[in-house]
């Protein structure tokens, strides 16, 4: 379980593909803390690392999760967001996060807003998955490449959030432009009160 609040981006420096999966191999400060079976998100997606080496650590993806999310569009030198799973006696600063992305969204605008920044992200709908509780609702939580945001301004398809400039900095929001694709996981807890209401209404 993760909250959202990115520890740092990370770099890619190695890519290998073995049949339908591919091992990331990413750079950053904390490898020395990390251990094999340990779980960290990657631009929101929940990976097991399974090598180390020096400043280095390796995680492999499987089809699914490169289907479903941004990872296989990767290329050595991205940042990514990373964040390590959450200790159950700290703070929950962001929201209750699985790091196990729904879909992904495509940047649409970047709109200055007096010094932080607005970025709208436009997804694809399928009613069967909006009755299971993937949408977005206004001033609800949404988790945009690992990251925990507010939602302003949803539509069918579409979402608005409101990047402070400590948050651009320090994500690879930073990065992000019309046309980017990004990891969308909705709110865990809309999903439960949509899958309740489906049963009791069976």
């Known amino acids: 379980m993760f909250s959202g609040i990115i520890e740092e981006m990370a770099t890619l420096v190695d890519i290998k593909r073995e049949e339908g999966n591919i091992d990331f191999t990413f750079q950053c400060s904390f490898t020395h803390e990390l251990k094999i079976d340990q779980s960290v998100a990657h631009n929101g997606v929940c990976l097991t ?12 993806a499987m089809k699914e999760t ?17 964040e390590r799973s959450m200790k159950m006696n700290g703070r929950l600063d962001g929201h209750i996060v ?6 992904t969204a ?21 009613v069967a998955m909006v009755q299971r509780g993937y949408f977005t609702v206004d001033k609800g939580s949404v988790t945009v490449n690992g ?18 400039p400590y948050t651009k900095e320090h994500t690879n929001f930073c990065d992000i432009e019309v046309g980017s694709v990004v990891n969308l996981e909705f709110d865990i807890l809309g999903k439960y009160i949509a899958r309740m209401q489906s049963l009791v209404n069976v």
């Open 49 to 60: 690392v399974v090598s180390m080496n020096g400043s280095e650590y390796t995680v492999t």
């Open 66 to 82: 490169l289907d479903r999310s941004n990872l296989g569009v990767l290329k050595v030198g991205d940042r990514v967001n990373v």
């Open 98 to 103: 699985q790091g196990h992305v729904d879909t």
């Open 106 to 126: 495509r940047c649409t605008e970047v709109k200055d807003a007096a010094g932080s920044t607005y970025f709208t992200f436009e997804y694809a709908v399928d």
């Open 147 to 164: 990251v925990s945001l507010t939602v302003c301004e949803p539509t069918a398809n579409t979402f608005t959030v409101a990047i402070i």
